[in-house]
């Protein structure tokens, strides 16, 4: 069964630095998200991306995010300058169509800011 | 306001009995909903969706009640490996975003 992939699995990072968290969704979907999860907290949207742009974004999405398709396959999340805050499991996913089609979860990137 | 709400739990019930998760969500326009299962620091995986007329998959069975805007998951016969997080999900009217509750906790006790 096709599955999407993320790497790292944990990226240990020092407060200020910037991180690359990659995915490779399904093939044939086209439609992107990214997701996080604090440790205890509930899934939280960040953005969702389809044909190149940005559909929709969350308040926690500001500035310092940002996401990029940069070939046919691989969908990143770039945090510029991290902060302890954003410690948490990343989730990249993507569904087939916008109604009806679940959403596909990778295994998650863990970010750590130290 | 919440987009999806949900019962914390926890919920510890013994092997084979019955459970029941409600949810309810705010959007009246939401067109999608799921159910997903959450195991400890893994990522949410797809239980099932939940359809109008009601589905059932072996032990599990979603119903949707579009008028209370609501949705139910029930668990017959409990597993031991039924224990985890059951997430509510909701797509949004624009299709952009799929909105999660916080999680109903399942602990299947022996």
């Known amino acids: 069964e096709p599955e999407v992939t993320q790497t790292p699995s944990h990226q240990v990072t020092q407060m200020g630095q910037e991180v690359i968290l990659r995915c490779v969704p399904i093939?044939?979907?086209?439609?992107f998200y990214w997701y996080r999860q604090i440790l205890g907290q509930k899934v939280e949207f960040l953005v969702s991306?389809?044909?190149?742009?940005?559909?929709?974004k969350s308040e926690i999405f500001d500035d310092q995010f940002s996401v990029e398709r940069p070939d046919g396959s691989n969908f990143t999340l770039k945090i510029r300058s991290t902060k302890l805050e954003d410690s948490a499991m990343y989730f990249c996913?993507?569904?087939?169509?916008?109604?009806?089609?679940?959403?596909?979860f990778g295994n998650g990137t863990r970010l750590t800011v130290t | 306001r919440k987009e999806v709400e949900q019962d914390p739990g926890p919920f510890n019930v013994p092997e084979g009995a019955t459970v029941a998760f409600n949810c309810t969500y705010s959007?009246?326009?939401?067109?999608?909903f799921f159910w997903y299962r959450q195991d400890c620091r893994k990522e949410p995986k797809l239980l099932m969706s939940?359809?109008?007329s009601g589905n059932e998959d072996g032990r599990f069975t979603a119903q949707l009640n579009r008028a209370s805007q609501y949705i139910s998951l029930l668990i017959r016969d409990s597993k031991l490996s039924d224990s985890a997080t059951y997430l509510c999900?909701?797509?949004?009217?624009?299709?952009?975003?799929?909105?999660f509750g916080t999680g109903t906790s399942l602990t299947v006790i022996p």
């Open positions: 996913a993507s569904s087939e169509n916008r109604v009806g089609s679940p959403l596909h």
């Open positions: 093939s044939n979907h086209l439609y």
């Open positions: 991306f389809y044909n190149n742009e940005i559909s929709e």
């Open positions: 959007n009246s326009a939401s067109q999608s």
């Open positions: 939940v359809y109008s």
């Open positions: 999900v909701a797509l949004s009217n624009t299709g952009n975003q799929f909105y």
